[in-house]
């Protein structure tokens, strides 16, 4: 599930580490690039109204290799666009695959470990998968471009994507190798009450009406909303902002954005460390994850002063912070699904949140676009970061008073 989520954010970053270069060839203007961007994100938040009924009805055996599969040919795909209008197709294509990997990876790790283990292990594997993004802005400009001192001539723009497709295809004969045999806890229990709710359209949308009507469904939502824009802006964004603000030049870009991804690491790593150690000594649910969300939150309003700061290194450092803060709430959020939504509705759920969080990062990309092309800078964008963590937890808190745990881990033992 790592290697996986490794394979999502790389095929996800391709387009900003390599936008200068990808730029000269197909003439992009800032607008042009910020409606691609709101492209991706448009298709995988209309995705996320199916996907959900499918990573419940396939279980976690199969729903991850089928998406990972998917989108991987969809990354491929990139290296056989000529013109802004075919490589908006297959963003398109790759936003409504990606979809695929929130619900089966939040899914998986809710049906495998219990509530005192959720969060550490999201925190784990959010934080190797981070891996991804510092590895990736150091190696791609090399992969790209080349190098003289290695006597390497460089794939192209082109055959990055091509080449980070071709891995996906690896890691699903792998998955498919390694599960062979494997039965997963709830998955048969998840199936039956997929198929039971599949038999009829009206039995479809009473389904729907009560996921809407459920005041944690939409706490979650509201909460995804406000953190996801961020992360969205950041992804797309922050190898520009170098570029823009401290002139770094592409082949440069790939040790500041590395540091401001460690963050990353750090943040996810630290926050489910935090939970686990705090739930295991007794602490409420409800104080734990709001507890680090608020923490997380407030290291947030350290944006904008990456724009005060004329020094490379500590912008970066500062992007670092944001970063952790950003991952410490979203692994908080992701464990409080898990938390407090029976397994049956966790990929509904999962998806619904993702859907909303996805139309806010499409909304915040094309803003960005249109604000820079403007030449109003990265100021406003950054404040709007600043306080949307600190309004995620007032929205969660507002719709759910108290975070209690679904009946399933009511039932866990201590030792699951």
């Not at 490589?87 to 939040?106: D, I, K, Q, Y």
């Not at 479809?204 to 824009?229: F, P, Y």
């Not at 902002?241 to 030049?249: E, I, L, P, Y």
Request: proline fraction near 4%.
């Amino acid at each position: 599930m790592v290697l996986a989520s490794i394979l999502n954010l790389v095929d996800r970053q391709i387009i900003s580490i390599l936008k200068p270069m990808i730029q000269e060839d197909l003439h992009w203007t800032d607008a042009d690039y910020g409606r691609l961007a709101s492209l991706f994100q448009f298709s995988a938040a209309v995705a996320y109204l199916g996907v959900g009924s499918i990573v419940d009805r396939l279980g976690v055996k199969w729903a991850t290799p089928a998406g990972v599969a998917a989108w991987s040919l969809a990354a491929m795909a990139h290296g056989w666009a000529l013109t802004v209008g075919q490589f908006a197709a297959v963003r398109v294509a790759l936003g409504a695959t990606e979809s695929m990997g929130t619900p089966s990876f939040v899914k998986t790790i809710s049906s495998l470990f219990g509530a005192r283990l959720r969060s550490l292990v999201f925190g784990i594997s959010n934080g190797v998968s981070a891996l991804g993004s510092i590895v990736t802005p150091l190696v791609l400009p090399i992969v790209a471009s080349g190098s003289l001192a290695l006597g390497w001539a460089g794939l192209g723009w082109r055959g990055c994507f091509v080449a980070a497709g071709a891995l996906g295809f690896v890691w699903v004969a792998g998955w498919v190798a390694a599960t062979r045999g494997l039965t997963f806890p709830h998955h048969q229990e998840t199936v039956l009450q997929a198929d039971k709710g599949g038999r009829s359209v009206g039995l479809a949308m009473a389904g729907t009406l009560n996921l809407l009507s459920d005041r944690r469904t939409l706490g979650i939502a509201g909460a995804k909303v406000l953190s996801d824009q961020i992360y969205w802006l950041l992804l797309f964004w922050a190898p520009d902002f170098f570029h823009r603000v401290f002139h770094v030049a592409q082949k440069d870009l790939g040790p500041p954005l590395a540091l401001a991804y460690l963050g990353s690491a750090v943040g996810s790593l630290g926050s489910g460390w935090i939970s686990s150690r705090l739930l295991s000594q007794g602490v409420s649910l409800d104080r734990v994850r709001k507890g680090v969300m608020l923490a997380s939150a407030l290291l947030v309003t350290t944006a904008p002063l990456a724009l005060v700061t004329h020094n490379l290194w500590m912008a970066a450092g500062l992007l670092a912070v944001m970063l952790a803060g950003h991952q410490g709430f979203s692994v908080s959020i992701f464990s409080t699904i898990g938390d407090i939504i029976p397994k049956a509705r966790v990929g509904k759920v999962t998806s619904f949140g993702a859907l909303c969080g996805n139309l806010a990062g499409m909304a915040i990309v094309y803003v960005a676009g249109e604000t820079l092309q403007a030449g109003l800078g990265y100021g406003p964008l950054l404040a709007v970061a600043s306080v949307s963590y600190l309004l995620g937890l007032l929205w969660l808190h507002l719709f759910v008073p108290r975070l209690t745990p679904a009946p399933e881990d009511l039932l866990t033992s201590p030792a699951a």
